[in-house]
């Protein structure tokens, strides 16, 4: 029989004969007795056995709580595109971490909105050591220092022109564009981030930060790579948090990845690891959830996905307009659970960690 899904083989038994279960790449294993010694609905009967049998569960310990966070005068202001998401100061931000490590989530992702008079073709403000995201982890640092410190490598908060490298007459460039993101992951590791979060697609960066970071004298700071990266248009409203949807000329097409791809996010993962990554991620999230199943399922390292904010913006929406239950949110958390995912980046973070804890 050929094999067909998960399941390569499935079939009813006769009387005398259990029907054989076989996952992908295990023995065959004679485990379901045709009907009716096998009830599946037995396990489902009371709540405290579908809590015995439940596979996957989802934690406030699995979360990471992406903020924006500013300076600039009047920009510490709600996102129109997302809801219940507000630009921080650095003291908000700081309140942020505090409400993290209360919630019992791990970490933090900082995301700048930029002054506009500091985004420049050079991006130079990137690896500033006073810039605002280097200020603002190390106040979070020196207020909680048990949350964990994310960082975003990438140049389109400080680009002219929106782009996540620099430009060249139309071209995205890529070495130079590593050279730079080296230099503004020295600067956040310097500022005390935990982790940083190469989010720009270039190819090289990893092994450039690493090696670089090595010889800083920086040995222990973790690298969560974007490893595969979509071009999506789920990410909307993120730019209009950190201000770069009206300045973006053209697509990222030709850095980040083709959506109709999905053995090469595997190959950008080995290589990603092989240039010492020391955990990947898949962005978007619940689009992709295939690809975070062949990620985990291929390496078995630390695998995340980004629930992105045009995730956030539709299932907020539709919640705030009662279409679907709130419910919803924490189930599609639960999905990448499922799928392989070691931990979330979500909008949602506190107000699930709040209803997680009941
Ligand atoms: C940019 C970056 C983006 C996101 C995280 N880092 C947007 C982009 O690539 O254009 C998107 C996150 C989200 O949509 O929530 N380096």
Redesign the pocket.
Same mark, same amino acid.
């Given at each position: 029989m050929p094999a067909k899904g998960n399941f390569a083989h499935a079939r009813q038994g006769q009387d005398d004969m259990p029907a054989r279960c076989q996952l992908k790449g295990q023995p065959m294993l004679p485990v379901l007795a045709p009907f009716p010694t096998t009830r599946l609905r037995r396990m489902r009967r009371t709540a405290a056995l579908r809590d015995l049998a439940q596979e996957n569960a989802l934690t406030a310990k699995d979360l990471i709580w992406?903020l924006f966070i500013t300076d600039v005068p009047g920009a510490d202001a709600p996102v129109a595109s997302m809801p219940g998401v507000s630009r921080l100061t650095v003291e908000g931000a700081v309140r942020a971490a505090e409400t993290a490590a209360e919630l019992g989530i791990p970490a933090i992702c900082l /995301?700048p909105y930029t002054d506009p008079g500091l985004r420049t073709e050079g991006c130079e403000e990137a690896w500033n050591p006073e810039n605002l995201s280097n200020r603002v982890i190390r106040a979070i640092k020196a207020a909680v220092p048990e949350v964990a410190v994310m960082t975003?490598i990438?140049l389109?908060p400080y680009n002219a022109n929106g782009h996540?490298g620099l430009v060249r007459d139309g071209v995205i460039l890529n070495d130079e564009t590593v050279e730079a993101l080296v230099k503004m992951a020295l600067a956040q590791a310097e500022a005390g981030a935990d982790i940083l979060g190469p989010?720009?697609m270039m190819d090289g960066r990893i092994g450039a930060m690493r090696s670089a970071l090595e010889a800083a004298g920086h040995a222990d700071v973790t690298i969560l790579s974007y490893a595969a990266?979509y071009a999506s248009a /789920?990410?909307g409203?993120?730019?209009d948090a950190v201000g770069?949807a009206t300045r973006l000329v053209g697509d990222?097409k030709t850095y980040?990845m083709n959506p109709g791809n999905s053995d090469e996010a595997i190959r950008l993962v080995a290589r990603d690891l092989a240039e010492g990554a020391d955990m990947v991620m898949v962005k978007p999230g619940m689009a992709y959830l295939d690809i975070c199943y062949r990620v985990k399922q291929a390496f078995g390292v630390p695998t995340f996905a980004?629930q992105?904010?045009?995730e956030y913006a539709m299932i907020k929406g539709a919640v705030l307009n009662g279409w679907v239950k709130e419910a919803v949110i924490a189930e599609s958390l639960l999905a990448f659970r499922r799928a392989g995912c070691d931990g979330i980046l979500t909008y949602f973070a506190p107000d699930v960690a709040r209803a997680l804890r009941g």
């Open positions: 992406p /995301f975003d990438a389109d996540d989010s720009d990266k /789920f990410y409203p993120f730019r770069a990222k980040q980004y992105v904010s045009g």
